[in-house]
């Protein structure tokens, strides 16, 4: 029962009180990059959560094997193996996406989200508690990246998910979907995030 509250606890954590984006400041790469519409906020986040989950997976299991002096090679080649999946999968199915997302897919690799996690946690505890760790983590980021995109998408374009919400003669804050817009949008979301989760702990 302790066991289960823990991970709940922890599931959470990574939605709400750690967030990665709104919270933590993690992988800003993306978050900044890729985030002018929810689709792409949304491919996103999921492609990380993909990689985050199986990399936490593979790390949890083979944890004890892997020498101390090659930990963060070892756990890099493994993120770069399922990055390399996600590129080819989104290539071949989803190739719009995969335009739109461009070199952020193999940056990847590369998000301290991921090899943090795989680093500080999932080395560090069993298959289950890695799993509900990325899981957590993976949502949050995926939320986050997604209400992002989805508030420039409006602000700047008068659309979400690319459905017109606004007539196609009103005016609409193009700055937002400029790179100077995600950091405005991103300023404002996490003070929002931040003051409402501090009155839901």
């Not at 750690?18 to 999921?46: E, H, K, Q, R, W």
């Not at 996690?117 to 298959?127: I, V």
């Not at 996490?190 to 839901?200: A, D, Q, R, W």
Request: net charge neutral; charged share 10%.
């Amino acid at each position: 029962m302790a066991e289960q509250l823990s991970q709940k606890q922890n599931f959470l954590k990574g939605i709400i009180k750690d967030n990665p984006v709104f919270v933590m400041l993690l992988g800003m790469c993306p978050t900044l990059g890729v985030t002018s519409t929810a689709y792409n906020g949304l491919g996103m986040g999921i492609a990380t959560m993909f990689v985050l989950l199986m990399s936490n997976i593979v790390v949890s299991l083979v944890k004890s094997q892997i020498p101390g002096k090659v930990r963060i090679p070892a756990f890099i080649i493994v993120i770069a193996s399922f990055v390399t999946i996600v590129e080819m999968v989104l290539e071949a199915f989803i190739p719009f996406l995969y335009e739109q997302l461009g070199i952020f897919i193999p940056l990847i690799v590369v998000n301290c989200l991921i090899l943090g996690r795989a680093e500080a946690f999932a080395s560090k505890n069993n298959l289950i508690s890695s799993i509900v760790d990325a899981l957590g983590m993976g949502i949050g980021f995926t939320i986050a990246l997604t209400v992002l995109g989805a508030s420039r998408e409006i602000l700047g374009s008068g659309s979400l998910f690319d459905f017109k919400m606004v007539p196609e003669d009103a005016s609409t804050l193009i700055l937002f979907i400029l790179p100077p817009g995600a950091f405005i949008a991103l300023a404002y979301l996490s003070v929002v995030f931040n003051k409402v989760s501090t009155k839901i702990n």
